[in-house]
């Protein structure tokens, strides 16, 4: 089956510090990876997204992820750590050819002042 | 442009009634999904709409069914309620450009009691 795995329910980080949120998949062919951030009542926002081309994406609020194909990883990360970053994150990937969303866990992501 | 309208935001429900979500999606937007959410299982994909036809369909039982109108405006029933139908609701619309991503509505909180 295929699927989407964030292996740590949580992290927490310092404000001003470096975050990484892990995810990796196990989905055939090339799968379009997202990431999404979701805030309490809210529903899913987009912050990324890798289609193909360079493995380093940046996308909003000065996030950015790598992905590695030989690991089938897709990391989120961040230079500098807001406390306003606090939120639920998501990481997920579509099967070619179709609009189908496989969805990891979900990390939730702690920034303490 | 308008973002993801979905309503009710909020329902309550009594075990064995069966209730109808709406969505609608983006303007010009060609594919509608949705997902179930649960603090236990996560974010489940239930059905992908596309031109009036279900194109994908996750792993529910038949009690949860769906439609999309001409418009694109997408609706989900789900019949003979169980406690475990309580859950977020989301919808997501995808537009008509290659390599793009869903947008997602604020969902609908269904409590079933």
């Known amino acids: 089956a295929q699927s989407v795995a964030q292996p740590e329910d949580q992290v927490n980080v310092a404000e001003g510090n470096p975050l990484t949120v892990k995810c990796t998949y196990s989905?055939?062919?090339?799968?379009?990876l997202f990431w999404y951030v979701q805030y309490p009542n809210r529903g899913l926002q987009f912050l990324l997204k890798?289609?193909?081309?360079?493995?380093l994406v940046k996308g909003s609020y000065g996030f950015e992820a790598e992905f590695n194909k030989s690991q089938t990883s897709f990391h989120l990360k961040k230079p500098s750590a807001l406390v306003s970053d606090s939120a639920l994150y998501f990481c997920?990937?579509?099967?070619?050819?179709?609009?189908?969303?496989?969805f990891g866990t979900g990390t939730r992501l702690q920034v303490f002042p | 442009k308008a973002g993801v309208t979905q309503t009710p935001r909020y329902l309550i429900k009594t075990r064995g009634q069966q209730v109808t979500l709406s969505c609608s999606p983006i303007s010009g937007h060609r594919s509608v999904s949705w997902y179930q959410q649960t603090p236990g299982q996560g974010l489940q994909f239930l059905f992908e709409y596309f031109s009036e036809t279900q194109r994908n369909k996750g792993n529910f039982p038949g009690r949860f069914s769906g439609r999309q109108f001409s418009n694109s405006r997408s609706e989900m029933n789900v019949s003979t309620l169980e406690l475990g139908d309580s859950a977020l609701y989301l919808c997501a619309s995808i537009g008509t450009e290659m390599n793009t991503e869903a947008f997602f509505g604020q969902g609908t909180r269904l409590t079933v009691v």
């Open positions: 890798y289609i193909t081309g360079d493995n």
């Open positions: 997920a990937a579509n099967p070619y050819n179709t609009d189908k969303l496989i």
């Open positions: 989905v055939s062919g090339n799968p379009y």
